[in-house]
Each structure stands twice: as C-alpha cells, then as structure tokens.
C-alpha cells in the first residue's frame, strides 16, 4: 500500500481535529463572555478585564508552549506502545506545571509595580491588580490541566476537553455573575470578579478532567495515577529542551501583535480600532489551522513512535491538502465578506474603511500562516521546536517589525502607510517563515524516514 492510497489519514486526523476546534473556540468564548459581562458593569470595568488579561495572556501562552511538549512525547509512547513510559511523562509534566503555576503567581503578584512604567492609570491600577490576583489563584490548576489535557488528546480522546470546556463555559457565566455583583460574603468587585471566576473555572475544569481521566475504561491501559511520583531529570529535561522553544515562540508570537498596538496608538483610536478587528477576525479565523497543527502533532508523534513509514507519509499529505484548503477557504472568506465584518464590531465608518482594506491582508496573512503552523505541528511531533523558534524569531522580530516599522511611520519608502504597512510587514514576514520552515520540514522529514527505515532511534 502506497502512502496515497492509505485510507485511515484523512479520517484519523479530522476526528482529531474537529473537537480540537471546538475546543479553541470554547475557550476563547470564556474571554469573551468576561469582557460582555464586565462591559455591561461599566467602561472602567470592562477596561480592568483588557488590561488585566492582556498583562496575564503572555504569560499564559508561555506556560503553554512550555507544556505543550509533552504532547509529542506522549503521542510517540502510545505509538510505540511504551505504555509505562506514558505516566513517567505525565507525572513530569504535572510537576514541571505547578512549577511553573507557582512562578507565574509570583509574577504576576509582582505586576503591580510596572503599573506606573506601562502606564495605567491610579484610577484602573485598583481593579487591575484585584483581577491579577483573583486569576493567579488559578495557575497552578489550569498549568496540571494542560497536561492531562495533552495527556488525553496524545491517547487519542480529544472530546472529553471538549465537553468539560463548554460545561466551564456555561458555570462561567454564573461565576462572573456572582463575584461581579456580590453575594452574601462575598462582596461586588466588578470587572475585577471576573478573575476570581476564572480561577474557580480552572479548578474545576482540572477536577472533572482529572476524574474523568480515573474513572474512563479507556485510560486504562496507562493508569497514570497509579506510579509513585519521582523527579526523573532525564525526561525532565527532555521536556523542557522542546518546551522551552516552544514557549519562547508563543510569547514572542503574540508580543508583537500586543507592540504593534502600542506603536499604533499615537496614530489615534481609528487606526488602532482598524487594527484591532482585522486583528480579531485573523484571530478567530486561525484556530482551525491551530487545531490541525496540534493534530498533525499528535499523529507524527504516533506514527514515528510506531515507526510507521507509510502512514507518516499518508498523513503528511493528508495534512497538507487540508491546511492548503483551511488556508484559502479562510482567505476567500475575509475577501467575500471583509465589507460586512467590520460592522459586527463598530458603527465607526472611518474604522469600518481601514479594517476593509486591511482584511485583504489578512486573508494573505492566513495563506502563510496556516502553511507555517502546520510545519510547525509536524515539526513540533518530530522533536523538532529550535530550529522553528529561530525562523519565527528572525521573520516576526527581525523581518516583519522593521519592515512594517518602516512602511508604517517612516517616509523612507514612500509616504507612511499607517496600520497597511504594519500588516504588509507581517504578511511578508509571515511569508518567509512559511518557506523557511517547509524547508526544514522537508530536511528533517528526510532524515527521519532514513532513521525510521534503517530501524535507528529517532533524538
């Protein structure tokens, strides 16, 4: 059997990839519904939510990427069927993420003091620091629920996420009622309540995760809560060696997204209101070629563990026709309908004219970007996470800033461009790191087939 004529690739990576969806765009419902319910309070209210989750945000995608190792080190187990090496990784991962959870509320407790330096005002700092302190409650939680949550997809059982995410997006509601308003003891605090429902989401979501994971027939076979936990420095270092890359990435990813913002702001609110929508529309858009990255993750992880030849290849190309039809599905959807949505987010007819024109960026910027974060998935189940923090690192920071920096507020190209030449930058930026790591992808896709074929362990 030829790698086309495989006939499990395309329904084994879908079946992945739909509750994967789903998921992302669950958990981006919780933000939203923090900042309706906290717009509906007041416009202070509503601004502490922004800037408090903007602050934590960064941090959180850091945590994440950082984790998110586990990912292909648990999907290339379960394909080799070292089923007792998979609670080894997890109780790593577990230990590594309250770790992490620990650092990140000292972090974020000591955010307070760059108040001054970033700006905000003694007027919202109050609420801001009530948000960062009802959030941080719950970082050591949704840090181990990261974890069985790779643990869970890795084994191939992504709904269960799935469904927890929009039963904590349902219990958010309430929540945000109850710690806005007051009740009882516990008193009103606004917009800033909606950090202490948060924390109280990640508790519960890692609980009814945790006891899923137990009582399942289907985790079974691993029983990761039933080996002592020990530190293993070994894997432990494994885990961070692909992790750290992974977290630097994400954290310079969406940095750059947050500077521009900055940089825009002097040119006045309708430039950066424009902004903000292509930004937001990109964003939604992008969590379908997400979703199909982790998926391509989990399934190389699986077939290199398994040393499985043929059904790499069968999914590499399975993966690549649907990136190539994600990418411009999502691009002939901004083209066609870039007149109607900026209307969803503003009556602004100035606003609503500069989002037009830069959605045709964006539909650019999603052809490169989905290219670009599925070798980035395949990449990531191959082990590979450096070589793909250097190229994003030189093509966002090194390319795409300066150029769209250049195009944007400078003269020296012509007259500046504003939030247009921002986004020419990333879409030229993005572009490049689209070839780059295909490029290595392709390189190191060689070199593994020859390791896999020639029966050598796979580093």
Same mark, same amino acid.
């Given at each position: 059997?030829?790698?086309t004529e495989? $006939?499990?690739?395309? =329904?084994?990576? @879908?079946? &992945?990839?739909?509750? !994967?969806? #789903?998921?992302?765009?669950l958990?981006? +419902?919780?933000g939203?519904v ?13 601004a502490?939510?922004?800037v408090?989750s ?5 941090l ?11 990912l ?12 007792g090496e998979? $609670?080894?990784i997890? =109780?790593?991962? @577990?230990? &590594?993420?309250v770790i !992490?959870? #620990? ?5 974020? +407790? ?11 005002g003694?007027?919202?700092?109050p ?8 959030i ?11 974890v ?11 709904v ?11 219990l ?9 308003h007051?009740w ?7 917009g800033?309540?909606?950090g ?14 945790a006891?899923?994971i ?6 079974q076979q691993t029983r ?12 432990l ?24 913002a ?25 969590m379908?070629?997400?979703?199909l ?10 077939y290199?563990g ?13 993966g ?5 039809m ?10 066609g ?7 969803l987010y503003t009556q ?12 045709i960026?964006?539909a ?25 923090f ?19 507020m ?15 930058g ?5 572009g ?7 490029w290595r992808?392709k ?5 593994t ?11």
């Open positions: 059997m030829t790698a495989h $006939p499990h690739a395309y =329904h084994a990576l @879908l079946r &992945l990839l739909l509750p !994967l969806w #789903l998921t992302q765009l958990q981006m +419902g919780h939203v923090d900042t309706v319910m906290a717009g509906h309070v007041s416009a202070p209210a509503m502490a939510v922004a408090g903007g602050l934590w945000l960064p959180l995608l850091f945590i994440n990427g950082v984790l998110l190792a586990n292909p080190l648990l999907a290339e187990a379960r394909g080799a069927q070292r089923w998979v $609670p080894r997890v =109780h790593q991962g @577990l230990m &590594l993420a !992490l959870g #620990l650092g990140a509320m000292l972090v974020l +407790g000591s955010a307070p003091l760059l108040f001054s330096s970033l700006h905000i003694s007027d919202l700092a609420s801001v620091t009530l948000y960062l302190h009802g941080s409650l719950g970082i050591p939680a949704v840090c181990m629920f990261m069985l949550r790779a643990y869970s997809e890795s084994l191939g059982h992504p269960p996420v799935t469904i927890i995410s929009l039963a904590t997006l349902i958010n509601i309430p929540l945000n009622m109850l710690f806005i007051g009882g003891p516990i008193p009103a605090m606004g800033a309540g909606c202490y429902a948060t924390a109280c989401v990640y508790w519960v979501s890692l609980l009814m995760l006891l899923w137990s009582w399942a027939p289907s985790y990761w809560f039933s080996l002592p936990i020990g530190w293993d420095a070994v894997l270092k494994r885990i961070l060696h692909l992790g750290l890359p992974l977290g630097a990435s994400l954290f310079f990813e969406v940095s750059i997204f947050a500077l521009i900055v940089i825009l702001a002097p040119l006045g609110p309708i430039t950066v209101a424009g902004h903000q929508i292509a930004l937001n529309v990109s964003s939604l858009l992008f379908l070629p997400l979703s990255s982790n998926a391509l993750t989990m399934r190389t992880g699986f290199t398994a040393r499985d030849v043929q059904g790499l290849l069968a999914m590499l190309r399975a690549l026709k649907l990136t190539l994600i990418a411009f599905t999502n691009a002939a959807l901004l083209i309908l870039r007149h109607w949505l900026p209307t602004d007819q100035a606003a609503i004219a500069l989002a037009r024109h830069l959605l960026y964006t650019c910027f999603q052809v490169f970007d989905a290219i670009q974060v599925s070798a980035t998935g395949v990449l990531r189940g191959l082990k590979d996470t450096r070589g793909p250097w190229i994003t690192l030189i093509a966002y920071w090194g390319l795409a800033l300066p150029l769209g920096y250049t195009l944007g400078t003269s020296w190209w012509g007259p500046a461009r504003g939030a247009p030449g921002y986004w020419s990333l879409v030229l930026g993005l490049i790191a689209a070839c780059l790591l295909s992808l390189q190191h896709l060689s070199k087939i020859l390791k896999l074929t020639a029966n050598r362990p796979i580093t």
